[in-house]
């Protein structure tokens, strides 16, 4: 089989896993509808729910900007149903994720894009539109880059690892571990004309991140700024939440049910060839576990990485390469299967509802079961009516039209007692209303 049929048949793997991984449904988090669709849906069409980051302007505007462009050109189209507009962002960024697999594959040969197009850790989070995935595949994107142009005397190759790895940091300033590598390593080796080339590249995306945040924000990198301020001055994200300084590594082993002891020993007796790829990953591990807020979406960069890292280690061992990568995409399928049950999973069909809702003529408010940052917002209702929490003492209000709640909650036999009528359900949702 020739080198290009192997890419495009691991292309093809990693797009029909990544079809599949969206009608799976993933479980969605909060912040990739408050923070990057919800913004985008206000601002179009003049009505939503800001999120508290958005007063402050700890958000940069680029990537809700960059959703409400596709919003708007859909919307243009005729496509204005909410959870039509929700499913393409999310098979775009799924579809991004896809390059990763080229990449590992001239970088780390035939089992790293087999890791990056199959690994189910990958595939989970493809679907999403939270910074961590553009960053990740950028991320990656830029250190392929570097590793194919460190040894080499032209230094204008490493502009495009300059500008890519930037871009990754501005979209999720925790991944700028993983730019120190090719800067230190250029610097050691005192390759001044690359250092040179992959430093006035990183200006272009910072100073485009910077020019819009003056022009959103009034001051340049206000979010950038206000991120580190909040972040790691103050150190208030340990308010959403503290983990044990291990959880990451805890996450690496218990996702892949161990089996990533298997890669990090081959990159480790290949350190020679695997050492481009391993240390960044290992680097943002580290730096992430520093911090006392974790969550796994925030250690997604290092995946891909780690793929490179593998595939570097057995490229020449067809036995290891094989056996091993069978071992890691069964193990981490095993893993991310049993991954544990946070209270905002399972929420697809409150979103449907929400849709559901906003095309009835005669609905004039509505109440969604659970905490407000949990619902799919007015993005997902689509409709300029109130949207609230649900509370027993709200049915009596003539405004809420209907109700949105789980099924066989607590919320729901307070419909029931209020005389509500069932009129839609479906994934565990069912939608009462006032007759």
Same mark, same amino acid.
């Given at each position: 089989m020739?080198s290009?049929?192997? *890419?495009w ?15 799976l449904r ?5 912040d990739e509808?408050? /923070?990057y669709?919800?913004p985008?849906w /206000?601002?179009?069409?003049g009505? !939503?729910w800001p999120a508290w980051e958005w007063?402050?302007g700890?958000r940069?505007?680029?990537l809700?900007g960059?959703?409400g ?12 149903d909410p959870?039509?507009l929700?499913?393409f962002?999310q098979?775009?960024?799924?579809a ?6 080229p990449v ?5 040969g035939? +089992?790293a894009a087999?890791?990056?197009?199959l690994?189910p850790?990958?595939?989970?989070f493809?679907?999403?539109t939270?910074?961590?995935v553009?960053s990740?595949?950028?991320?990656c994107w830029?250190?392929g ?6 040894t080499g ?13 930037s871009?990754a940091v501005?979209?999720r ?12 390593d250029l610097?050691v080796r005192?390759r001044? $004309? ?5 430093a006035s590249?990183?200006?272009?995306p910072?100073s485009?991140? #910077?020019?819009?945040d /003056?022009?959103?924000w009034?001051?340049p990198?206000?979010s950038?700024?206000? +991120?580190l301020d909040?972040?790691f001055? /103050? ?5 959403h939440?503290t983990?044990?300084a291990? %959880?990451y ?9 161990f089996?990533?002891v ?6 480790l ?6 050492w ?11 730096? *992430? $576990? ?5 969550e796994?979406r925030?250690? *997604?960069a ?6 490179l890292?593998? !595939?570097?280690a057995? %490229?020449?061992?067809?036995v290891?390469? $094989?056996?091993?990568?069978?071992l890691?995409l069964?193990?981490t399928a095993w893993?991310?299967e049993?991954?544990?049950i946070?209270?905002y999973t #399972?929420r697809?069909g409150l ?7 906003g095309?009835?003529p ?8 659970g905490?407000?940052?949990l619902?799919?917002?007015f +993005?997902?209702?689509?409709k300029n009516?109130?949207?609230?929490? +649900?509370h027993?003492a709200?049915l009596?209000?003539?405004i ?7 099924? #066989?909650?607590a919320?729901?036999q307070?419909?029931k007692?209020a005389? *509500?009528?069932r009129?839609? #359900?479906?994934?565990g ?7």
């Amino acid at each position: 089989m020739t080198s290009r049929r192997a *890419l495009w048949i691991l292309i093809a793997a990693g797009t029909v896993a990544r079809l599949v991984a969206f009608l799976l449904r993933p479980s969605l988090h909060p912040d990739e509808i408050f /923070q990057y669709l919800e913004p985008a849906w /206000q601002r179009l069409h003049g009505y !939503g729910w800001p999120a508290w980051e958005w007063a402050v302007g700890l958000r940069s505007w680029v990537l809700p900007g960059y959703h409400g462009a596709w919003m708007a050109i859909l919307e243009g189209l005729g496509v204005s149903d909410p959870a039509k507009l929700h499913a393409f962002l999310q098979l775009h960024w799924a579809a991004v994720t896809l390059l990763t697999i080229p990449v590992a594959f001239r970088a780390g040969g035939f +089992f790293a894009a087999l890791l990056c197009a199959l690994w189910p850790e990958l595939l989970y989070f493809a679907p999403h539109t939270l910074t961590e995935v553009p960053s990740a595949v950028f991320a990656c994107w830029g250190i392929g880059a570097w590793m194919a142009a460190r040894t080499g005397d032209d230094p204008r190759p490493m502009l495009k690892a300059g500008g890519l790895l930037s871009l990754a940091v501005c979209i999720r300033l925790p991944n700028a571990p993983i730019a120190v590598v090719p800067f230190v390593d250029l610097l050691v080796r005192r390759r001044w $004309s690359s250092l040179g080339a992959l430093a006035s590249a990183a200006l272009v995306p910072l100073s485009i991140f #910077g020019l819009i945040d /003056q022009l959103v924000w009034g001051r340049p990198f206000h979010s950038l700024l206000a +991120f580190l301020d909040y972040n790691f001055v /103050q150190g208030r994200a340990a308010e959403h939440g503290t983990s044990p300084a291990n %959880e990451y590594l805890s996450i690496l082993a218990w996702r892949t049910s161990f089996t990533i002891v298997i890669l990090v020993a081959a990159a480790l007796v290949a350190i020679r060839r695997s050492w481009p790829a391993l240390a960044p990953a290992l680097l943002l591990v580290l730096a *992430l $576990s520093t911090q006392a807020h974790k969550e796994e979406r925030f250690l *997604l960069a290092a995946w891909p990485l780690l793929a490179l890292a593998w !595939g570097m280690a057995v %490229e020449q061992r067809l036995v290891l390469g $094989s056996v091993g990568s069978a071992l890691l995409l069964a193990g981490t399928a095993w893993g991310v299967e049993r991954m544990p049950i946070l209270d905002y999973t #399972g929420r697809a069909g409150l979103y449907d509802a929400q849709t559901w809702v906003g095309k009835q003529p005669d609905s004039t408010g509505l109440l969604v079961e659970g905490r407000f940052h949990l619902s799919g917002g007015f +993005f997902r209702l689509g409709k300029n009516v109130p949207l609230e929490t +649900f509370h027993p003492a709200l049915l009596a209000n003539p405004i809420f039209s209907h109700a949105a709640v789980r099924d #066989g909650s607590a919320e729901e036999q307070w419909c029931k007692r209020a005389g *509500l009528e069932r009129v839609w #359900g479906e994934r565990g949702f069912s939608v009462y209303k006032k007759r």
